[in-house]
């Protein structure tokens, strides 16, 4: 069956840097374009970012825009996003989502990310 | 960039009943807007894609409809599992979601 598996969270202080990760599994990996959704605590979904299947292009929400980079490895069925300068408000559950013709239509369970200091 | 609003922003309503929410995008998206359900302490899940096709193995008592600005949102006879906060999506451009209506008893 289709798995997504998000890793890589924790606590940060501001101004830090982590990576998460998603490994997939259950479908091909390649086939498909890969999201980031968020959701700060107590409140609602947020789009982060979106890389296409084949990692030609790539676009971020505007609040993190020039801090957050995502990427792929279709040779090891891993989604990652590279979160540098982090800051109060990127406080949030992350979760990777799978992409079809831009409906998300299967989810991870979620990572924490809580930057704190 | 395209902001989704949703109405109500929560609901009560009794098992049994019929609920509707409305998604309104602040540009024609055609029919590129889903629906999300998402359980406390849950990921979301889609429910329905293109403003009415509904994903595969989701109750047909869940309907979507609408084109352009204006969807809805429809459950029909109220369950107790459907206790939730569901969220509208365009995927028009680029990616944007609306902010929620949470359903509760």
């Known amino acids: 069956q289709v798995q997504l598996v998000e890793s890589g969270g924790g606590v940060v202080q501001p101004g830090r840097s982590l990576r998460l990760s998603c490994e997939v599994s259950g479908f091909t990996f390649p086939d498909y374009g890969m999201h980031w959704v968020r959701q700060a605590p107590g409140k609602g979904l947020e789009w982060v970012a979106v890389?296409?299947?084949?990692?030609?292009?790539?676009y971020y929400t505007d609040s993190v825009k020039g801090r957050f980079t995502i990427s792929r490895d279709n040779s090891r069925n891993t989604l990652y996003l590279q979160m540098n300068t982090l800051r109060v408000e990127d406080t949030a559950i992350y979760y990777c989502?799978?992409?079809?013709?831009?409906?998300?239509?299967?989810w991870g369970q979620g990572i924490l990310v809580s930057v704190s200091s | 960039d395209i902001q989704m609003t949703q109405s109500p922003s929560s609901l009560s309503a009794s098992i049994g009943d019929r609920v509707t929410i409305t998604c309104q995008a602040s540009?024609?998206?055609?029919?590129?807007l889903s629906w999300y359900q998402q359980r406390p302490g849950k990921a979301p899940k889609l429910l329905i894609h293109d403003s009415s096709n509904l994903e595969a193995g989701v109750p047909s008592r869940f309907s979507g409809s609408g084109s352009g600005t204006h969807f809805t949102f429809t459950i029909n006879s109220l369950q107790p599992e459907d206790i939730a906060t569901y969220y509208c999506q365009q995927y028009h451009d680029l990616f944007t979601f609306g902010p929620g209506t949470k359903v509760d008893l």
């Open positions: 890389i296409w299947h084949d990692g030609s292009e790539k």
């Open positions: 989502a799978r992409s079809a013709l831009g409906v998300f239509d299967q």
């Open positions: 540009q024609d998206i055609n029919n590129f």
